[in-house]
């Protein structure tokens, strides 16, 4: 079946400008975690989200990030204001149940991820 | 959140066993082990994970420490599509799990 999907693949934008990094998660999948990867480092975890609710956004760098999934599904992460700093590739990951008890250890699956360079 | 020490990176001869260490001193009862590898321009997939005892799948097996503060990940003949990052990780089932930790991960180069 599907997988999770990521797009754009690739996006090169002008520091100051907003974009919007989508995931498509696998379908009828509960939980859905966005994370960020810097060259040469392991993912960063970001926020996490239990269908609509973000239940977890500690990760996120600064007010200028900012995520949702407003029916469950597809999630968006926004980056305003975007600086040099937010160049990485960012990631998504679905799994199939609640992240909560021993289903937090469900297998998660991750997207190709953005890559985003910023100017 | 206990964190995980792997080397910076292994080599490996292709079609010989590679054992990737990681070491989780600080591991809670409720800590479950998992390994994940990301091949290049991919995001990363899941391999195997464990609780406490020894684990077996298609991919690979997981070897558990008795007292759990180390586990090695056996991948028993390397391929050169193993070259990867492996990274190990631990989630803890009993704080809900969700916020997991990658540290840099072993980076596995396979030689032909």
């Known amino acids: 079946g599907a997988g999770v999907s990521q797009s754009p693949r690739y996006k090169v934008a002008k520091r100051g400008q907003d974009v919007a990094l989508r995931c498509d998660p696998i379908?009828?999948?509960?939980?859905l975690f966005w994370y960020q990867q810097a060259l040469g480092q392991g993912p960063e975890f970001l926020t996490y989200?239990?269908?609509?609710?973000?239940?977890?956004k500690s990760g996120l760098p600064s007010d200028r990030f900012f995520a949702e999934r407003p029916e469950g599904s597809v999630s968006t992460l926004k980056i305003q204001r975007t600086q040099q700093e937010d160049s990485a590739v960012y990631l998504c990951?679905?799994?199939?149940?609640?992240?909560?008890?021993?289903?937090?250890?469900?297998?998660?699956?991750f997207g190709p991820g953005t890559r985003l360079t910023v100017l | 959140d206990a964190k995980t020490t792997q080397p910076n990176s292994m080599e490996s001869n292709e079609e010989e066993p590679v054992h990737l260490p990681c070491n989780h001193s600080?591991?809670?009862?409720?800590?479950?082990i998992h390994w994940y590898r990301q091949l290049p321009s991919q995001g990363p997939e899941y391999v195997i994970h464990?609780?406490?005892s020894n684990v077996n799948n298609r991919m690979a097996s997981l070897a558990i420490a008795e007292d759990r503060k180390s586990s090695t990940l056996i991948l028993h003949r390397a391929t050169l599509r193993d070259a990867a990052v492996y990274y190990c990780?631990?989630?803890?089932?009993?704080?809900?799990?969700?916020?997991?930790?990658f540290g840099a991960g072993t980076r596995l180069f396979v030689k032909a």
């Open positions: 990951a679905s799994s199939s149940r609640a992240s909560i008890g021993v289903a937090s250890t469900d297998t998660q699956y």
């Open positions: 379908s009828g999948h509960v939980s």
């Open positions: 600080t591991i809670s009862g409720t800590d479950y």
């Open positions: 990780i631990l989630r803890d089932s009993n704080t809900g799990g969700f916020k997991t930790i």
């Open positions: 464990g609780l406490t």
């Open positions: 989200f239990q269908n609509e609710a973000q239940l977890d």
